[in-house]
């Protein structure tokens, strides 16, 4: 799961997004430059399978869809903030 997760770089980059309340793909793919609508859909898609965020789809004409972090995503997300501190405290 990490591997897979990591090895999508944009992944930290949704996880931060998700964090400023932008949770829209259209708003996620305008807010990042160099981010398309291709990768940020695989990355997502890669996230969902894992657990760590979840689609929520809205019956709405224009159709609206939006991602949240799952409370495992929010247990896998604090880990990965530790381990920012961690290698923080290592480069210092």
């Known amino acids: 799961m990490l591997e897979s997760v990591f ?15 932008i ?11 160099g981010l398309s ?10 996230n969902i399978e894992f657990g760590i965020l979840k689609r929520i789809e809205y019956n709405e004409v224009p159709p609206k869809v939006e ?3 799952t409370p495992l995503g929010e247990k896998f997300i604090r880990i990965l903030d ?4 961690l290698q923080g405290e290592m480069n210092a």
């Open 67 to 69: 991602y949240v972090v």
């Open 37 to 46: 609508t291709k990768v940020l859909n695989d990355c997502l898609r890669k």
């Open 23 to 33: 949770n829209r793909p259209g708003e996620m793919v305008r807010s990042v430059e």
């Open 82 to 85: 530790q381990l920012k501190e």
């Open 7 to 21: 090895r999508c770089k944009w992944s930290l980059t949704v996880y931060q997004l998700l964090a400023e309340n």
